[in-house]
């Protein structure tokens, strides 16, 4: 009688089986996960046509700014205007409409991206990862900072952003071989250009838009605001440093040889494969250089880049012997492969469209802008600080926002007997730390995803890193108050 009971009690039964699973339902609930990229930025989407039934309609008058060709608003000219509700139909059309609005961006990430899928179908990233691997043997995280400053001075120079998602396979191939985990590749490329665009004293789109805007001087206390730079660049790459560190992998490609131009370990490098190696690399590099220069001094923009691309692409897959129909299809693989991020780019585009289709966003800014005025001088232009960081998530453009902003925030620290540079400052950490974290911003959440980052566990990464480098900024603003209006 005792062993059937025994057998019977050894083997779980249906309801053992069912409390187990309401056991361990709770357990599996606790583990959050955000939606997928672009569910995040659709569900963006439908939150700025429903504040366009919501909030009232308004906007103020603009007019054409010679110092800076473009259109900006004009203050104190805030008015009512009649109510244009977007609907679920034309919140759904401003999709596509922001796809084609993005269509230059997206270019750009799809030709740049075949580009370096050619170098990759050569060896010649294999290679290349393969030699930093053997140099850097146990000191991987010395990659870090050499990148992360290039990226930041980059993002300093010129706003880089979208520029970097056709990198990341690469830059992931190389994190791999140094044992450097995929949040930490982020961090020193997307994060550090980021970094550099919101502390950058020259930032063409960004700082020196402002300035002009601001009708300042391009070299206005230009020794406080390189310094500043400097410092919230060396922050940055210490809590990446010290994340890498936590998070350090096993390298993918520790002990193994260098890998020859068929991507089989051990295979002869001659010299003249090692020549052969180091022109397509510079080749497929120059249109960067080319741009910056470009850029600053002949108007250039992405269509130029994205031209640049697909000249080096094309040239590097021939002179590397893949033949013509061989650089056709790695070329056509390539851009393939980059579909997803340029769709998210163009995705996040269109919140701000359905925004001013319901005549929405100078709302925004005059219900935000309108308490500063009661505030005290210190206190107000700290307080600017996070009401950009909110206009930045339905502003998700630097450029866009300081067209926005600027002659609104400009006129009231002129009331407020506060130095014009500390609202431009203030704008620049606003809208540029916010950067790092809104979901809006499509260049970020296309680089999560090519590099297979959760955005929540991005957001656990970059919000301690952030409140670091923000209290440079506040740091900043704090100094130049006292040195200008006194303690």
């Known amino acids: 009688m005792d062993a059937p009971r025994a057998v019977r009690q050894d083997r779980p039964t249906k309801s053992h089986l069912v409390t187990n699973e309401l056991i361990s339902q709770p357990l599996q609930r606790r583990r959050f996960q955000l939606p997928h990229p672009l569910i995040l930025l659709l569900f963006a989407v439908a939150a700025a046509a429903l504040l366009t039934w919501i909030l009232p309609a308004g906007e103020y008058d603009r007019r054409d700014d010679p110092a800076t060709g473009r259109r900006v608003v004009v203050a104190g000219t805030y008015h009512a205007v009649e109510r244009a509700p977007v609907g679920p139909f034309a919140a759904v059309v401003a999709i596509p409409r922001g796809i084609a609005e993005a269509a230059d961006v997206i270019a750009l990430i799809l030709l740049a991206g075949g580009a370096w899928v050619v170098v990759e179908r050569l060896g010649t990233l294999g290679r290349l990862v393969s030699a930093l691997v053997g140099r850097l043997r146990n000191r991987g995280l010395v990659a870090i900072p050499i990148l992360a400053i290039f990226f930041a001075t980059m993002g300093a120079l010129e706003n880089m952003q979208e520029e970097i998602i056709p990198l990341v396979p690469v830059l992931l191939l190389l994190g791999q071989g140094l044992g450097i985990d995929a949040v930490s590749v982020v961090a020193m490329s997307a994060g550090a250009a980021m970094i550099g665009s919101a502390f950058g004293p020259s930032n063409p789109f960004q700082a020196g838009l402002a300035l002009k805007l601001a009708q300042l001087p391009v070299t206005t206390a230009g020794a406080l605001r390189l310094t500043m730079f400097v410092a919230a660049t060396a922050l940055w790459i210490g809590w990446t440093m010290h994340h890498a560190a936590r998070m350090r992998v096993t390298s993918s490609l520790a002990g193994s040889e260098p890998l020859g131009p068929t991507g089989q370990a051990g295979a002869t490098r001659t010299a003249g494969m090692a020549a052969k190696d180091v022109f397509i690399l510079l080749l497929v590099a120059a249109p960067v250089v080319a741009y910056v220069y470009g850029s600053l001094f002949h108007g250039w923009g992405f269509n130029e880049l994205s031209a640049s691309f697909f000249i080096a ?175």
């Open 313 to 487: 692409g094309i040239v590097a897959g021939l002179w590397g012997g893949l033949g013509l129909q061989g650089t056709t299809t790695a070329y056509l693989e390539g851009m393939q492969s980059m579909l997803p991020a340029a769709v998210l780019v163009g995705v996040a585009r269109s919140i701000s469209l359905v925004l001013s289709d319901g005549h929405v966003i100078d709302t925004i800014l005059q219900s935000l802008a309108a308490p500063l005025s009661h505030s005290s001088p210190v206190g107000a232009t700290l307080l600017m600080i996070p009401v950009q960081s909110l206009i930045h998530v339905f502003v998700p453009s630097v450029s866009g926002q300081a067209v926005l902003t600027m002659p609104v925030f400009v006129p009231l620290s002129d009331l407020l007997h506060l130095p014009r540079l500390a609202t431009v400052l203030a704008y620049q950490m606003g809208a540029g730390l916010t950067e790092l974290l809104t979901p809006t911003n499509g260049a970020l959440m296309a680089v999560l995803l090519a590099a297979g980052v959760p955005f929540q566990r991005w957001l656990r990464f970059a919000l301690a890193g952030i409140a670091i480098v923000l209290c440079v900024g506040i740091a900043g603003i704090v100094m130049l108050l006292v040195s200008t209006i006194g303690a």
